[in-house]
């Protein structure tokens, strides 16, 4: 499986984005899906994670009510919608795909990544 994150950029604080990931075959539709995210000189954390069927997501308390996950198993995509932007969600955002049809806060528990796309919030 190959993963290709995009739709980053940069955005003033209180601005949205919306990032998409693009597996390259129908497998991954039966995997849970996960974004994470690195900022330079911390360690990569969990920010949404949704199931194979999109019945179950999980957020982290910082984006919590700002963020949503979805996906389109027809499209073989997984979106996060990022609202409410703030300069510390500057990042490198990841997605990836979980060893098993629910995701996890765990990236040991991911098995496939994109490569990553940056946000940048300007204060």
């Known amino acids: 499986v190959q993963l290709q994150a995009s739709g980053g950029g940069l955005v003033q604080a209180g601005g949205s984005l919306r990032l998409s990931c693009a597996a390259s075959?129908?497998?991954?539709?039966?995997?849970?899906m996960g974004w994470f995210r690195q900022a330079p000189g911390k360690e990569r954390e969990f920010v949404a994670g949704?199931?194979?069927?999109?019945?179950?997501?999980t957020y982290s308390d910082s984006v919590k009510g700002r963020f949503t996950i979805s996906r389109d198993r027809a499209k073989n995509t997984v979106y996060l919608q990022m609202s409410s932007l703030k300069p510390e969600d500057t990042a490198v955002y990841y997605c990836?795909?979980?060893?098993?049809?629910?995701?996890?806060?765990?990236?040991?528990?991911?098995?496939?990544w994109g490569k990553g796309t940056q946000v940048t919030v300007s204060s």
């Open positions: 990836a795909a979980s060893r098993t049809s629910y995701s996890s806060t765990d990236y040991s528990q991911y098995n496939y």
């Open positions: 075959r129908r497998t991954s539709s039966n995997n849970g």
């Open positions: 949704i199931s194979w069927n999109g019945a179950s997501t």
